[in-house]
């Protein structure tokens, strides 16, 4: 008789904490992207909306939503102060974010202001410019630069500070050319400045590589150089690297994702365990190759710190160019 009824007690327990499980998953569950769609934000999310599903890790569908402003500001804004507690919203973040929070651009919220949740797959920042350019590698293009900081009008997305931007007054720095003679043209978003370049409107543009690879693969595009540390692997393997065309620059890009600063422990660690289980996943790496992402995994404490050690970098990093409010 015991013996049944504690059979009956560990089943009634097993099914209220099933329940708890349940109950944590949000039943709307939204990315929200922090640019106009076609950009790395939009990549992030579409990445992370796939993966949880093709996982069977996310029972409803997740949407995409835009917000786009202060290339992620007006999100951060937003969420925390108008949605803090929204247990089914996650964020898109990037190196950019992190770099914009360093020089004090998200206002008056700083790194400590939400909870980092994951970081799901890293790219890398690149040189692009149209098939048909005459300018056939790095130097060729700053070649033009050094003559005449002003003769190429460079697209990137994002005003003066912001990642894009950085990595171009890198490179410009490298090569002996000031930045702030550069003719830089600001987008809001990675989209946007790839339609610039294919239009001709700017000659060339400074952003993450997994941007242009839909154009890349089209054959409208040429990647002058990637800012890795090696060559990256499989059909991108043709890319020279900056480094190893004499400027020893690397930019990596990490993408990723946070959430309100009041949601609830039990639902920030329903979305970590999502993440931990779809990061762990075979599939999920196919799937992040496909979209010309490198395998980065950090969830939880392990990427909050990252992301503090990161900030802490930026700011010194911003500091170098005068940028630090």
């Known amino acids: 008789m015991n013996t049944a009824i504690t059979r009956i007690a560990l089943a009634a327990a097993g099914l209220a904490f099933a329940g708890q499980l349940l109950a944590a998953e949000?039943?709307?569950p939204e990315c929200i992207?922090?640019?106009k769609p076609?950009?790395?934000?939009d990549l992030t999310c579409k990445l992370a909306q796939s993966g949880l599903k093709?996982?069977?890790?996310?029972?409803?569908p997740m949407r995409v939503t835009y917000m786009p402003g202060g290339i992620g500001?007006?999100?951060?804004?937003?969420?925390?102060?108008q949605r803090p507690k929204d247990p089914g919203t996650i964020t898109a973040f990037s190196s950019g974010s992190l770099l914009?929070?360093?020089?004090?651009?998200?206002?008056?919220?700083?790194?400590?202001a939400v909870r980092w949740l994951a970081a799901i797959g890293t790219d890398y920042g690149a040189v692009i410019v149209r098939e048909d350019s005459p300018y056939k590698t790095l130097n060729d293009l700053l070649d033009v630069l050094k003559q005449d900081p002003g003769k190429l009008v460079i697209g990137a997305g994002g005003t003066i500070g912001s990642q894009d931007w950085m990595q171009t007054a890198l490179i410009a720095r490298a090569a002996?050319?000031?930045?702030?003679k550069l003719r830089y043209v600001a987008f809001e978003g990675g989209g946007e400045p790839m339609t610039?370049?294919?239009?001709?409107?700017?000659?060339?543009?400074?952003?993450?590589?997994?941007?242009g690879t839909a154009q890349l693969e089209a054959g409208k595009v040429r990647v002058l150089a990637v800012m890795s540390e090696d060559r990256l692997p499989g059909k991108l393997t043709n890319i020279p690297t900056a480094k190893e065309q004499g400027y020893d620059i690397t930019w990596p890009i990490v993408r990723g994702f946070y959430m309100g600063p009041e949601v609830k422990d039990e639902d920030y660690a329903w979305w970590k365990g999502q993440f931990d289980k779809m990061l762990a996943s075979e599939d999920f790496a196919q799937l992040r190759e496909k979209r010309d992402l490198f395998p980065l995994a950090m969830t939880g404490d392990e990427l909050r710190e990252f992301v503090l050690q990161q900030v802490a970098q930026y700011k010194q990093l911003a500091g170098e160019f005068g940028l630090v409010q």
């Open 38 to 41: 076609g950009g790395g934000f």
């Open 73 to 81: 500001a007006v999100a951060y804004n937003a969420v925390v102060a």
């Open 196 to 211: 610039a370049l294919l239009g001709s409107h700017v000659q060339a543009v400074i952003s993450g590589l997994s941007e």
């Open 54 to 60: 093709d996982g069977g890790l996310l029972k409803a």
């Open 26 to 28: 949000p039943k709307r």
């Open 33 to 35: 992207a922090p640019a």
């Open 100 to 112: 914009n929070l360093a020089q004090g651009k998200f206002g008056r919220y700083d790194e400590n």
């Open 176 to 180: 002996g050319v000031d930045p702030q």
